[in-house]
């Protein structure tokens, strides 16, 4: 840039006599602008093709929200979100097309199934703070295709800042 001659002054009046001053600026690589940090897809167009291996790979102990993409399918397993996992947030495509399932018994029983605790038996188990779920259905299959218990549940949370947006819980006991 130049400062041309007499452009500035000092306290006295004196005019200055101006300069040039040429510089480059380092090359440097500019981030690529995410909507989410991580896309789970069953058809291996994301980076996950779990729901498990997105929660599991997400960063712990955050701070603002780690926001996971779902595309549509029907997702089976147990899924657990640890405590030195906050502001986890997961966002389904749509909210019929998304479905967080599995099928796991608690409480007592006399028909000879395993059964589990319910912070091991429900579906979606949220041990986290600050977790936000939209578009999706959590489903314990055991309890809402065969309406049998004694629970059979599809989210169990334990811990406060945990909000929903049009989601839908398919289970037995929720």
């Not at 899924?79 to 409480?107: A, C, E, M, W, Y």
């Amino acid at each position: 840039f130049t400062v041309p001659a007499g452009a500035l002054t000092d306290m006295s009046g004196n005019p200055y006599a101006g300069t040039t001053i040429t510089f480059t600026t380092a090359s440097r690589s500019q981030p690529t602008r995410k909507l989410f940090d991580a896309v789970v897809a069953k058809d291996g167009s994301g980076d996950y093709t779990s729901v498990i291996d997105a929660i599991a790979a997400a960063p712990t102990s955050r701070t603002t929200p780690w926001v996971i993409f779902i595309k549509n399918g029907k997702y089976t397993g147990h899924h657990d979100i640890p405590t030195n996992k906050p502001f986890i947030h997961l966002i389904g495509q749509s909210r019929n097309g998304v479905i967080i399932s599995d099928n796991r018994l608690s409480g007592a029983n006399n028909i000879g199934a395993t059964v589990y605790h319910v912070s091991q038996g429900a579906t979606m188990v949220v041990n986290s703070r600050d977790c936000y779920f939209e578009n999706i259905i959590f489903e314990n299959s055991y309890g809402f295709e065969t309406q049998a218990g004694p629970q059979a549940l599809a989210l169990y949370t334990t811990t406060d800042k945990f909000a929903m947006n049009n989601c839908y819980l398919r289970s037995y006991q929720d």
